[in-house]
C-alpha cells in the first residue's frame, strides 16, 4: 500500500517534467490492435480466438473436478 502511494505522488509530481521533456510520447503508435501488431486480419484473428477460446473452455471443463 505504501508503495502505491509513493509510486502515485512521485508520478504526480514528474508529469509536468515528462510531457515538457517529450518523454511521454516515446512509444506513442496511437490506437493499435493485435491484428494490426501481428498483420492479420481482423476477421480471421477474432475467429480464431473464439476458436481458442472455445476448446480452452472445454478443456476445462473435462478436466475440471465437480
Excluded at 512521485?10 to 493499435?32: H, N, P, Q, T
Excluded at 490492435?33 to 471443463?61: E, H, N, Q, S
Aim: proline fraction near 5%.
Amino acid at each position: 500500500m505504501f508503495g502505491l502511494v509513493v509510486g502515485s505522488y512521485l508520478y504526480a509530481e514528474l508529469s509536468g517534467w515528462l510531457k515538457r521533456s517529450g518523454a511521454s510520447k516515446l512509444g506513442d503508435y496511437g490506437k493499435v490492435t493485435l491484428p494490426d501488431a501481428l498483420k492479420v486480419p481482423r476477421l480471421p484473428f477474432a475467429i480464431g480466438c473464439a476458436a481458442l477460446l472455445a476448446v480452452g473452455l472445454v478443456i476445462l471443463d473435462h478436466f475440471t473436478i465437480r
